[in-house]
């Protein structure tokens, strides 16, 4: 879900702090912010970081809150982050996704949609998202509307239907959600595909909205096992920004969101991305006139110290119409249409990825071997000061940007009280990138973006039909780098 950009003032102002501050002071006499669980000096901080004045707590039950009040503009975000995405999921893959879809289906006091319909037709907007890591339920509303917004989400979660008559449609929604977004989406099958390859034993590997099979056979038993499990209440965090009483606030989650059960366990998958001992290579066939490829490697996951350089790495090579991905396959060779990529980073692993679709005239082959001579130069080259510097201050910009609306500082508030428990400083993400260097920039390519570790997609017609059930011709020896490696076609 986008959402629109707002409080120009905030971000123009925060860039400007931004522009002048320099690399944070030393440790010594640090204290513990009680808001955020960082160490900050004990003297004014240098940067003015919109959650400095963040308060959290949790309830009886297990349910964390957390809230940052600001009156400057009279509206609020409200969000909801379900700490279950896809990777929590066992027998029946997409069932995370499922629910994101029921639970707007109405409850016991609710009818069906009528959640949506009260909070829009005051001018509010209401929506969620599921990913790998998390459901995330969000309402951007007015001040007066908050109060409603905190009892029709207790009512939900603490009285949803779930039953054949609700399952049955959305399941259908979901069916043809898959169709549009995946299966006659050249761009969806090429990801589903590299996910699953470069995953392979890891619950990363299926997609969010799950494998059709899953998704056709699932039982109303498994979603209300899947609901009680995960939509606990020491599963759930509550984040409120913008215009509204604290403490009147507060009081109001008690009363509603008090009365739902903790789980007394909440499981996880505990399988880890295994070492890679070669390339994986798949063809997969679509009908197309333009061949797309896609690549991937393993990367650490978010919170990871080489996490900043492994940013300026994907700037630098695949950011964008000046990086040296799209320079070299648009504007300078002329193979590709487009190339973009970046750094993926989730709660229990990563991937960097990067995508280039062929000029007519141009086969995927000649496209793959220039994008792989890209990186190759960066880790056998490295990199100039100057594109390292340009890239530090897009990142910058954009870490700034992202914090110029109330719905922005709720996401940034949730995202990282999932990820790490605290929110991070904005001196703290913004030293870490400026502290990156060329050096540190040819370090991670060479040791993340390795030939023998990458996963390889393309997406190509199929054969002719009268090819089609030739015996397959010998393929032909793979370059040197991919010898001995994995293959599935």
């Known amino acids: 879900m986008q959402n629109s950009r707002g409080l120009t003032s905030l971000v123009s102002s925060v860039l400007a702090l931004v522009a002048?501050?320099?690399?944070?002071?030393?440790?010594?006499?640090?204290?513990?912010?009680?808001?955020?669980?960082?160490?900050?000096?004990?003297?004014?901080?240098?940067?003015?970081?919109?959650?400095?004045?963040?308060?959290?707590?949790?309830?009886?039950?297990?349910?964390?809150?957390?809230?940052?009040?600001d009156h400057r503009t009279p509206v609020v975000s409200f969000q909801i982050w379900v700490a279950a995405g896809s990777a929590d999921e066992s027998f029946y893959t997409g069932i995370a996704h499922l629910f994101e879809h029921m639970m707007f289906k109405g409850s016991k006091n609710i009818g069906d949609e009528v959640h949506a319909q009260l909070i829009t037709e005051r001018g509010g907007m209401v929506n969620a998202y599921t990913s790998r890591d998390v459901t995330v339920y969000h309402e951007d509303v007015t001040t007066e509307t908050l109060p409603l917004v905190i009892d029709l989400e207790a009512e939900r979660f603490g009285n949803l239907v779930i039953s054949p008559a609700i399952l049955e449609p959305e399941r259908e929604v979901v069916l043809e959600e898959r169709r549009m977004r995946t299966e006659d989406n050249p761009d969806g099958l090429a990801f589903e595909a590299l996910a699953a390859l470069a995953w392979d034993a890891h619950p990363y590997r299926w997609p969010t909205i799950g494998w059709r099979s899953n998704v056709e056979q699932v039982t109303v038993e498994e979603c209300r096992k899947f609901f009680d499990t995960y939509y606990a209440a020491n599963n759930l965090r509550i984040v409120i920004v913008g215009d509204f009483e604290r403490e009147a606030t507060l009081e109001r989650i008690r009363r509603r969101f008090g009365k739902l059960e903790p789980a007394?366990?909440?499981?996880?998958?505990?399988?880890?991305?295994?070492?890679?001992?070669?390339?994986?290579?798949?063809?997969?066939?679509?009908?197309?006139?333009?061949?797309?490829?896609?690549?991937?490697?393993?990367?650490?996951?978010?919170?990871?110290?080489?996490?900043?350089a492994l940013d300026v790495a994907s700037t630098i090579l695949s950011g964008g119409r000046t990086s040296r991905l799209y320079r070299s396959l648009v504007y300078e060779k002329e193979k590709a249409l487009y190339a973009v990529g970046g750094y993926m980073e989730l709660n229990r692993a990563g991937l960097y990825y990067a995508q280039a679709a062929a000029r007519p005239g141009a086969t995927l082959d000649e496209v793959e071997a220039l994008f792989m001579a890209e990186i190759d130069a960066v880790a056998r080259d490295g990199v100039r000061e100057d594109e390292v510097a340009r890239a530090r201050q897009q990142l910058e910009v954009s870490l700034v940007d992202g914090l110029g609306t109330n719905h922005a500082l709720a996401s940034r508030i949730g995202r990282e009280m999932v990820a790490y428990g605290r929110v991070r400083p904005l001196a703290e993400r913004i030293a870490a990138i400026r502290a990156v260097t060329p050096a540190d920039v040819q370090r991670v390519v060479r040791t993340y973006l390795r030939p023998d570790s990458r996963t390889v997609v393309h997406v190509i017609a199929p054969p002719p039909a009268e090819l089609a059930a030739k015996p397959a011709a010998k393929p032909a020896a793979r370059p040197a780098s991919a010898q001995g490696a994995e293959v599935a076609r």
Do not use: C
Request: no cysteine.
């Open 20 to 69: 002048v501050i320099g690399s944070p002071p030393a440790s010594a006499g640090t204290e513990t912010d009680s808001a955020t669980g960082s160490t900050a000096a004990a003297a004014a901080p240098l940067v003015a970081d919109p959650v400095d004045g963040l308060f959290s707590t949790t309830l009886d039950n297990g349910l964390q809150v957390h809230l940052l009040e």
């Open 264 to 308: 007394p366990e909440i499981p996880r998958n505990t399988t880890a991305v295994g070492v890679q001992r070669g390339e994986r290579r798949a063809d997969v066939f679509f009908d197309l006139n333009t061949p797309i490829l896609m690549a991937g490697w393993h990367a650490p996951a978010t919170g990871h110290p080489d996490g900043e």
